[in-house]
C-alpha cells in the first residue's frame, strides 16, 4: 500500500511539473508577444511624430511661399504699371485746344527725342522678357546718354534685367548707382528694395536684414514697406 501511494505521489508530481513548465513557456510566449506589441506601437508613435512635424514643417513653408509669391506678384504688378506709363506717358499727350469759337486746329506736338524713342524700344524688350537684350540696350543707352532726364529709368530697368537674370551681383551695383546718382527719383525706393533683395540673394543676410529694417522705418505705409516686412518675417528677423 505504501509503495502504491508513493508512486501515486510521484506521477501527480510529474504531471503538476508538465503542467507548470508548460505554463511557463506559455508566460514567455505571451510576453514576448507582448514586447513586439510595444516595440510596435513605439515605431508607430515614432511615425506619426514625424509625420506630424513634416507636416508642421511644410505648412510653414507654404505660408512663406504665399507671402513671397504675393509680394512678387505686387512687385511685378509695379514694373508692368510703370513700364506701361513710361511707354504710353509722353507718347500719348494730347493737346491742349485753346478756348474760343469754332474749332481751332490743334497745336504741333513737340518731336520725341531719339533717347526718349531708343529707351521706349528698350523697354519693349524688357516688358516681352527679352531680359538678356534688354539689359544689353539699357548699359548702352546710358553709357551714351549721360545727361538724358530718364537715366534714373534707364538704370532701374537695368538693375531689373539683371535680377530677373539672376545676375544679382550685377544688379545691387546698378541699384546702387541710381541710388547715389539719384535721391529724388521716382524710382528711388523702389531701387532700394531690390538692392535688399540682391543681398538675400547673394547670401548677404544681416546686410539683407539691415536694409529690409530701413525701407521698413524710414518708408511706411508703402507697397516697399510692406513687402520689406513681408522679407524680413522669411529671414526669421
Request: hydrophobic share 55%; proline share 2%; aromatic share 8%.
Given at each position: 500500500m505504501v509503495k502504491r501511494a508513493?508512486?501515486?505521489?510521484?506521477?501527480?508530481?510529474?504531471?503538476?511539473?508538465?503542467q507548470s513548465e508548460e505554463?511557463?513557456?506559455?508566460?514567455?510566449?505571451?510576453?514576448?508577444?507582448?514586447k513586439m506589441e510595444v516595440?510596435?506601437?513605439?515605431r508607430q508613435m515614432e511615425e506619426s511624430n514625424q509625420k506630424q512635424e513634416a507636416e508642421f514643417a511644410a505648412a510653414?513653408?507654404?505660408r512663406k511661399l504665399d507671402r513671397r509669391f504675393q509680394a512678387d506678384l505686387q512687385d511685378t504688378l509695379r514694373q508692368l504699371q510703370d513700364s506701361t506709363r513710361n511707354l504710353n506717358g509722353r507718347l500719348q499727350e494730347v493737346p491742349s485746344r485753346r478756348a474760343g469759337k469754332g474749332s481751332p486746329a490743334p497745336e504741333p506736338q513737340a518731336p520725341v527725342q531719339d533717347d526718349e524713342k531708343a529707351l521706349q524700344s528698350v523697354l519693349l524688350d524688357y516688358n516681352r522678357g527679352n531680359y538678356a537684350l534688354a539689359a544689353e540696350s539699357l548699359d548702352l543707352f546710358v553709357k551714351s546718354n549721360p545727361g538724358t532726364s530718364r537715366k534714373s529709368d534707364a538704370l532701374f530697368y537695368l538693375g531689373l534685367s539683371h535680377y530677373n537674370l539672376k545676375a544679382y551681383?550685377?544688379?545691387?551695383?546698378?541699384?546702387?548707382?541710381?541710388l547715389k546718382e539719384h535721391p529724388t527719383s521716382n524710382q528711388f525706393l523702389p531701387a532700394k528694395l531690390k538692392r535688399a533683395q540682391c543681398l538675400k540673394?547673394?547670401?548677404?543676410?544681416?546686410?539683407?536684414?539691415?536694409?529690409?529694417?530701413e525701407i521698413k522705418s524710414g518708408f511706411p505705409s508703402t507697397s516697399e514697406a510692406r513687402t520689406a516686412q513681408q522679407e524680413l518675417e522669411d529671414l526669421g528677423a
Open positions: 508513493l508512486v501515486a505521489l510521484l506521477v501527480l508530481g510529474g504531471l503538476v511539473g508538465c505554463q511557463l513557456k506559455k508566460m514567455q510566449v505571451e510576453m514576448g508577444d507582448m516595440f510596435k506601437l513605439r510653414d513653408e507654404g551681383d550685377k544688379a545691387k551695383a546698378v541699384f546702387e548707382q541710381l540673394w547673394l547670401g548677404l543676410k544681416p546686410a539683407a536684414i539691415q536694409a529690409f529694417k
